[in-house]
């Protein structure tokens, strides 16, 4: 499902005009955008949490060579399914 399908779906199932659909999710989506660079956590009631977590700088290797290299420290996007949803995919 892309971004485009969860406009359709808003427009077909809340009969909002296609332009106000697309204006809904793009805001929905900013404001998770905006709320996850900084650092805070969404929790979205019976579908899951998303949390940025840090991951620290290791010593890794190049695959192709074999030569080691440092990764470098980054911040990651993680997402954990409610049981609700869990529950819903496994029915």
């Not at 793009?26 to 996850?36: A, C, G, N, P, T």
């Amino acid at each position: 499902m892309t971004k485009i399908d969860i406009i359709q779906n808003v427009h077909e199932k809340l009969g909002f005009p296609k332009k106000n659909s697309a204006e809904i999710v793009e805001s929905v989506f900013d404001i998770i955008k905006d709320s996850l660079a900084r650092g805070e956590k969404i929790k979205i009631s019976g579908f899951g949490n998303f949390l940025v977590k840090e991951k620290k700088s290791r010593r890794g290797r190049n695959p192709q060579t074999g030569a080691e290299i440092e990764i470098s420290s980054r911040r990651v996007l993680t997402f954990k399914s409610s049981q609700v949803l869990r529950k819903a995919l496994n029915d």
